[in-house]
Antibody, heavy 122, light 110 residues
């Protein structure tokens, strides 16, 4: 069974950093692209970032470009999101999601993890 | 303001057929396949339709998707109470070089 388990969320002050992790199991992790998608409280889904199977290509939403960095460790079956210069508007539930293919585009997300909550507040 | 436009709400009675629209542009829906996700209250999103009109195994054939030009639609026939959820369309945008989601449609079964 494919499983994605996010961790690393919590309460952080504006301007500080946080690193999210996503532990994957039940599939050949190094064969697929991976993504982060977030959902602010009571709001819709917003794609944050994606990374190809071999880390050769990454992409970011304009709202996080220059502040967030996605990475993966295929030896550890793990996906990461380094979030710097956090803002109140980054407060959200962060989901990791497995892509159906090794590249970023023309794809779909399945499955999704249960999410980890990030709260940015002083 | 989402790049993809969905109606914020939709409703129907049990057994009815409802549709949810998703309007985009030539840089996203006009060029790439659309996916739909269902998010039941308090849960993570789940893939419902991929590649415009394909259903993953386990998704009832009451759910169907279509695409025409720069718009896409999700149809749910034989509406059931357990279909009450938020529905999101998503597609790769060639201009933004990233994925975009619709704002979501909250479906209420009356």
């Amino acid at each position: 069974e494919v499983q994605l388990v996010e961790s690393g969320g919590g309460l952080v002050q504006p301007g500080r950093s946080l690193r999210l992790s996503c532990a994957a199991s039940g599939f050949s992790f190094n064969d697929y692209a991976m993504h982060w998608v977030r959902q602010a409280p009571g709001k819709g889904l917003e794609w944050v970032s994606g990374i190809t199977w071999n880390s050769g290509s990454t992409a970011y939403a304009d709202s996080v470009k220059g502040r967030f960095t996605i990475s993966r460790d295929n030896a550890k079956n793990a996906l990461y999101l380094q979030m710097n210069s956090l803002r109140a508007e980054d407060t959200a539930l962060y989901f990791c999601a497995k892509a159906a293919r090794e590249w970023l585009e023309t794809n779909w997300f399945d499955p999704w993890g249960q999410g980890t909550l990030v709260t940015v507040s002083s | 303001q989402s790049v993809l436009t969905q109606p914020p709400s939709a409703s129907g009675t049990p057994g009815q057929r409802v549709t949810v629209s998703c309007s985009g542009s030539s840089s996203n829906i006009g060029r790439n396949a659309v996916n739909w996700y269902q998010q039941l209250p308090g849960t993570a999103p789940k893939l419902l339709i991929y590649d415009n009109n394909q259903r993953p195994s386990g998704v009832p054939d009451r759910f169907s998707g279509s695409k025409s030009g720069t718009s896409a639609s999700l149809a749910i026939s034989g509406l059931q109470s357990e279909d009450e959820a938020d529905y999101y369309c998503a597609v790769w945008d060639d201009s933004l070089n990233g994925w975009v989601f619709g704002g979501g449609t909250k479906l209420t079964v009356l």
